[in-house]
């Protein structure tokens, strides 16, 4: 082993210094000044040492000073790159805290939206209640005191209904704002993961750039620790803990710029809801069908909780709630109904299909119900072909006009409800209506054109976008009709399962399989894939043939 000199004693001759260095590091067995490093054995020694124990092969022997100036040089390269790699840290400190802060800003903007549009229909419920007041204001003052009872009860009466569109309002707006405030709890969880992870990084490499500065005092612990202290520098460099955190953080940031505040009007009714992120589907409740209905087939809905079901074995059309899970049969006249969408909260129109037709008109195709599935009337349209068998296909668009289609037909037709006159006729340019047709809220309509495509074209006929996909075997589709996304469902032939793919309006798929659910295949093949449906707050809602599956979507990072 090697050791510092001892002192001079009297009569001792003063060592000489080599290359520059005070060399007193001495060899502890010879006393005798170090003057080699052998390779094979990793050790300082000195020249007794050398000629003595290491003199035979394979020893390998290195000048001390050689090794000192190699290890120092080497030392020296790394800490350039150690002390870049700290400030890069740093500058990551600092675009942690801006990624955080940006996000929280971003969601705070969309809290002041929500409270915005919400005051606004707050403001717009107070309006309305004076208007009514001012209107039994003037009847009552006709009248004396019956009048003024009378008067008295109907201010109440509307006050207390009121109050509920008030509570309604304000529940839906607690609601939105718990949805955001569960985004910044998985924005700010995530960030603080990505800050320890960094400032982990930091303080090791604080610890290494210490080391080096200590080892570096004494030339016996340089060659003893240098080893050590560089292997730790490689592994820390290899981690590259900077591109990840960094790769992390723009893909948080990312994603939460796709939260978004999206409402409109669906059926009449005003929604709003937090969108936009892909996110992750859940299964949040199984609603069990009848048994008494044979073959469910899921038609459409009639409101945001209403699900229209109908047993394609005898055509009884159902409708279940979701909420409560009560499940009522409104119509048993054994007609099969094709599509059914609400025209406002008092209306509903249905497309059936009918093997009577006769003449140039397509009678008994399309019927207005009302919410208790009374026939209001029924609207009469052109017919083309020769064949008594018709199939008629219907949605209601933004403006609350009826879109209704015949199938194996290019002509789509246009209809104002209120007077049954038609608006607007679409023609198709080299394509026909396979089966279903859905408005978007662009205003263009998404049209079945095949049994396994789908074509959006505009109010002029135009051909904006095909969506197909090859994995799909007998898709269904339905579309959101607040961010005009498409969801097909379809069986998933190699994976033999039934699954639910999201799709944008232009044909991009964003997400394969958002849902997906075992079954079999010939039994879900008796009447193909039964759609899965969107309601307008935002629950996604799939048939397994026994049962309604409800799915809602959480956010992750």
């Known amino acids: 082993m090697a050791s510092k000199f001892p002192t001079k004693k009297s009569g001792e001759v003063d060592l000489r210094t080599r290359k520059g260095h005070d060399m007193t590091w001495s060899c502890d067995k010879h006393g005798e000044p170090i003057k080699f490093f052998c390779k094979k054995h990793k050790i300082p ?32 390269e790394k800490r350039p790159k150690v002390q870049e790699l700290h400030k890069q840290l740093e500058v990551l400190s600092t675009k942690i805290k801006t990624v955080s802060t940006s996000g929280s800003t ?5 809290n002041n939206n929500i409270q915005a549009s919400y005051h606004d229909k707050i403001k717009s419920v107070g309006e309305k209640e004076n208007r009514i007041i001012r209107v039994i204001n003037e009847e009552a003052d006709e009248e ?47 960030t603080n993961n990505l800050s320890c992870k960094n400032q982990h990084a930091i303080k090791t490499l604080m610890s290494i750039e210490s080391t080096i500065k200590r080892i ?30 960094s790769d992390c953080l723009d893909r948080i940031q990312s994603e939460v710029e796709r939260v978004k505040f999206v409402e409109g009007e669906v059926g009449g009714e005003y929604y709003g809801r937090i ?33 229209c079901v109908q047993d394609v074995g005898n ?39 009918r093997y009577d037709c006769t003449g140039d008109r397509m009678d008994g195709c399309i019927i207005l119900y009302d919410r208790q599935w009374k026939v209001i009337r029924d609207i009469s349209i052109p017919m083309y072909g020769d064949s008594s068998y018709c199939s008629m296909y219907v949605d209601v668009d933004r403006d609350g006009m009826i879109i209704a289609a015949q199938s194996n037909q290019s002509i789509i037709y246009v209809i104002n409800p209120t007077n049954d006159k038609i608006v607007n006729t679409i023609t198709m340019q080299g394509k026909k209506v396979m089966c279903r047709i859905q408005a978007l809220s662009s205003g263009d309509i998404v049209v ?62 964003q997400a394969r399989r958002i849902v997906e659910s075992e079954g079999s295949f010939s039994t879900l093949f008796t009447m193909y894939i039964s759609p899965c449906l969107f309601t307008p707050s935002g629950n996604l809602v799939g048939c397994d043939r026994s049962k309604l599956l409800l799915y809602k979507k959480a956010f992750i990072l």
């Open 448 to 509: 079945e054109t095949d049994h396994d495509k789908f074509t959006v074209i505009s109010r002029s006929g135009e051909e904006k976008a095909v969506i197909h996909c090859d994995e799909w075997v007998w898709p269904q589709c339905r579309v959101d009709k607040l961010t005009d996304t498409l969801y097909i469902a379809y069986w998933d032939r190699a994976r033999n399962i039934y699954a639910v793919d999201q799709v944008s309006r232009d044909g991009i798929i």
């Open 275 to 307: 969108d936009g992120y892909i996110g992750k589907w859940e299964l949040v409740k199984s609603i069990h069908i009848p048994w008494a209905v044979e073959k469910p087939w899921v038609r459409g809905l009639v409101s945001d909780d209403e699900i």
């Open 106 to 110: 971003h969601l705070r903007t969309i």
């Open 144 to 190: 004396i005191r019956l009048v003024n009872e009378k008067r008295e009860k109907r201010i109440k009466d509307c006050n207390t209904e009121r109050e509920k569109e008030r509570q309604i309002i304000k529940d839906k707006e607690a609601n939105l704002l718990s949805d955001t405030k569960t985004i910044s709890g998985v924005l700010t969880k995530k």
């Open 216 to 245: 570096n005092q004494h030339d016996e612990t340089l060659v003893n620790e240098a080893p050590q202290v560089l292997a730790s520098i490689d592994e820390n460099l290899s981690l590259n803990v900077h591109q990840d955190v």
């Open 315 to 353: 055509n009884d059309m159902y409708v279940t709630n979701i909420n409560t899970q009560h499940t009522e049969r409104v119509i048993d006249e054994g007609v099969l109904i094709t599509s059914c969408a609400p025209i406002d909260s008092n209306v509903i129109v249905c497309g059936k299909m």
């Open 45 to 76: 020694i000195c020249h007794p040492c050398a000629t003595k124990d290491h003199s035979q092969k394979p020893c390998e022997l290195d000048d001390i000073e050689d090794v000192i100036f190699e290890r120092r040089r080497q030392l020296d």
